[in-house]
């Protein structure tokens, strides 16, 4: 692992102690010395990237608790439960002021919002990762871990329910979606404003959440073993309904990718029709990167779809499996995708 600059410890030690949760991905990536690319993720410990910052004791104690080590595209329903039981037991803890995760960014919004949707404290906890290995040139990892480590220290960052940094910028779990694969600025949101934003250990939060998230999420103090089957399916100009026949087995809810406004053709209209009425829960939502898909007549005259409202089609996934843990109604279901 290649060095980087060490910069002294002059301040001393400060009091707050932040939890570190390594999960892997690319900010423990290791590959060829220098490159960006060809590596692979999960190989490195976090507490030798931290070693890399010295400069992070001068914010926090920091005690580090090696979870898993995966690409988070092997992020599953498993570890979230693992990874959520992990954060209500170090959180309880008196001594500790804040959690960081570290995560691959592939997933890192499903796993963030599953987050913001189940854990039950106000401290803040905030995910972060890299889209360079840990030994490339001038990866990008130390400096975020080292602000997440800021951002869980700050008394600012309570409340805010689950967040996650990237570059300086304080997104809120519900709203950041990654939206390039090859720069370090990766991410942004979907249609809503960011919660604030950093200058090096500084924090500046700027907006709360109107979403409820945490301790005044309905999900917060639930017992999870396993999650109900929510699919996922694309509609493209001249889908066959072929693939919604494929789903239906052993299956509780579809999440629909729409174009447009969380739109399809008049035969996935019918097919959808057919499965929600065998009693599959049905949420429209769309393929545009900016989009709100509210409920609406003409793609569903009956009234029994439920529109995604401004979550991605993948944290509708998640809502709708939480929400279908208590209930299959699609009204109350609709009212909790107005207010999550
Ligand atoms: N930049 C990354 O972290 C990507 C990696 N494949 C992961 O999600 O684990």
Not at 206 to 218: D, E, G, I, Q, V
Request: charged content about 20%.
């Amino acid at each position: 692992m290649p060095q980087y600059s060490k910069i002294l410890e002059t301040r001393p030690k400060a009091n707050e102690k932040i939890i570190v949760i390594a999960t892997g991905g690319t900010i423990a990536g290791s590959g060829e010395d220098g490159r960006t690319t060809e590596y692979r993720a999960g190989t490195i410990d976090v507490s030798d990237i931290l070693e890399t910052i010295p400069q992070i004791n001068n914010l926090a104690e920091i005690e580090m608790v090696p979870l898993i080590s995966v690409d988070s595209n092997e992020m599953n329903e498993r570890y979230w439960i693992k990874l959520r039981n992990t954060i209500n037991e170090q959180a309880k803890r008196p001594d500790v002021d804040g959690i960081v995760i570290t995560h691959g960014t592939d997933t890192i919004e499903e796993t963030a919002y599953f987050l913001n949707l189940t854990i039950a404290t106000e401290k803040p906890v905030v995910l972060t990762g890299a889209m360079r290995p840990a030994t490339a040139t001038s990866p990008d990892g130390p400096f975020n871990l080292f602000q997440a480590i800021a951002l869980a220290a700050n008394e600012k960052a309570h409340d805010c329910g689950v967040m996650c940094l990237f570059s300086s910028t304080i997104y809120s779990a519900r709203n950041i979606a990654k939206t390039n694969n090859h720069k370090i600025d990766a991410f942004g949101l979907n249609e809503q404003a960011a919660l604030g934003y950093m200058r090096d250990a500084d924090v500046f939060i700027t907006n709360h959440p109107t979403t409820k998230h945490t301790l005044r999420s309905k999900f917060c103090n639930q017992q999870f073993d396993a999650f109900p089957k929510v699919k996922m399916a694309t509609y493209y100009a001249g889908a066959d309904t072929d693939i919604l026949d494929a789903l239906k087995h052993d299956c509780d809810g579809i999440v629909v990718i729409g174009t447009g406004s969380g739109n399809y053709s008049q035969a996935w209209m019918q097919k959808l029709d057919e499965l929600a009425e065998s009693g599959i829960v049905i949420v429209r939502s769309s393929r545009v990167p900016h989009s709100i898909v509210f409920d609406e007549q003409i793609f569903d005259p009956k009234n029994h779809f439920i529109g995604s409202n401004t979550l991605t089609p993948f944290k509708a996934r998640i809502l709708l499996m939480l929400c279908l843990t208590q209930t299959r109604n699609i009204e109350e279901i609709r009212n909790t995708f107005f207010r999550y």
